[in-house]
């Protein structure tokens, strides 16, 4: 199934479509990020209340991945994929008309359906290749994805400082009419081996869930993913209120933590075969925990700089790179035949863990407080994804992906 043919939908799809759906799915999430704090005084409500557009998006995307998983093992990758294209398309045009925060919100919950690129690019490669394999391409599919969200923050920053808030999802709505189109032409369907029923694939779950394999990977995911998700959810309010950055400005900081995301990820999609995944892993939250130290020691230390607190940030980025591919690799390759669900249904725990670190780590920040409780929350988030790591490796061996591989 690895014979691709680039715009010929009767073939697997290229890595080129691939890193456009899960890119747009990171984009829509972060592209207005640098303007969120001149929404909330244009809409009349407090950074708060804006903040949800982010941690609620997260945490209805967490519902939406349960249910995309047995969709796409069901009707298959491509139908899914499509139909989540066009509701990101329609809700969309409703973010660029909104005038109150409650048709902005409900319309931002509505774009959650394009999740399905980062959830169904996983799945769509372990249908194509086997789990060392798998955890080496979509180590580049998610260095290619890194490249888009890198540059939206700061592209959202540039458009928002020139035209406004809205400009960004204009944009948004022109890349998603281009990815649709992209997909439409080579995205070739790879559920050949689709499940009975719709319903069939949650009484599949029980198998999942009783997998220490399964919870292992998704513990690492989570935990290694929240501390992405509570810097999301802080990161703004420490250049904007506690820096005072334009969003122009503050868009360029992001470049740090992606920048060291897709490094991280090219090494992993380098090495995966080499070392192994659970190697790369270790290495992996190993580099977190070293990148969320250090800017706890510059705070310390006095420094407060934008470069103190940003700028080791690309070592988390670097441990996230590493680490995921290899978790999510080992998501999907627990039970082959349910990648779909598999994927969907850890994603949907991670998601929901990110969703309330990001709340809660956007709750405790303050003047007074400055930015030293974002990063002991993004170190927990380290330390608990070295013990997932440690509960993994002692989980039971029969119940490996091996086992359904033999």
Not at 100 to 120: E, F, H, P
């Amino acid at each position: 199934m690895t014979d691709t043919r680039f715009l010929d939908r009767r073939s697997p799809p290229h890595i080129v479509t691939l890193v456009a759906i899960a890119g747009l799915s990171a984009l829509t999430m972060n592209i207005f990020l640098p303007s969120l704090p001149s929404m909330a005084k244009d809409l009349g409500v407090s950074y708060g209340t804006i903040q949800i557009l982010i941690s609620g998006y997260i945490a209805v995307t967490a519902l939406i991945q349960i249910v995309i998983g047995p969709l796409s093992d069901r009707f298959g990758r491509r139908p899914t994929v499509i139909g989540s294209l066009v509701i990101l398309l329609l809700a969309t045009l409703v973010c660029m008309v909104a005038t109150d925060i409650y048709t902005l919100l409900a319309a931002r919950m509505l774009q959650t359906a394009v999740v399905t690129g980062i959830v169904l690019s996983r799945a769509i490669v372990r249908d194509m290749v086997p789990m060392e394999e798998a955890a080496s391409m979509i180590g580049y599919v998610t260095m290619g994805m890194t490249i888009v969200p890198m540059i939206g923050p700061t592209i959202g920053g540039v458009l928002g400082d020139a035209f406004g808030w809205r400009a960004n999802f204009v944009a948004l709505f022109i890349l998603a009419a281009l990815v649709l189109a992209l997909v439409a032409a080579d995205l070739g369907e790879t559920n050949h081996n689709r499940s009975a029923s719709f319903s069939a694939q949650f009484k599949a779950w029980p198998g999942l869930l009783a997998s220490p394999q399964f919870w292992g990977y998704t513990a690492v995911v989570t935990f290694t993913s929240g501390a992405f998700f509570a810097f999301l959810g802080g990161a703004p309010f420490v250049g904007a209120t506690l820096m005072e950055m334009s969003p122009s400005t503050l868009g360029l900081q992001f470049i740090f933590i992606a920048a060291g995301y897709m490094v991280g990820n090219y090494l992993s999609g380098r090495y995966a075969r080499r070392f192994g995944t659970f190697a790369m892993m270790l290495a992996g939250t190993i580099m977190l925990i070293a990148g969320t130290l250090l800017p706890i020691l510059f705070l310390l230390a006095g420094a407060s700089s934008a470069l103190a607190f940003f700028g080791p940030q690309v070592i988390v980025g670097f441990g996230n790179g590493l680490t995921l591919p290899s978790a999510n690799a080992g998501v999907v390759s627990v039970k082959p035949h349910l990648a779909g669900s598999a994927s969907g249904l850890s994603g949907a725990i991670a998601m929901g863990g990110g969703a309330a670190t990001s709340v809660y780590a956007s709750a405790i920040l303050s003047v007074e407080t400055g930015a030293l409780p974002l990063l002991l929350v993004m170190l927990a988030c380290g330390v608990l994804a070295i013990a997932a790591l440690l509960f993994l490796h002692y989980a039971d061996k029969s119940d490996s992906w091996r086992d359904d591989e033999r």
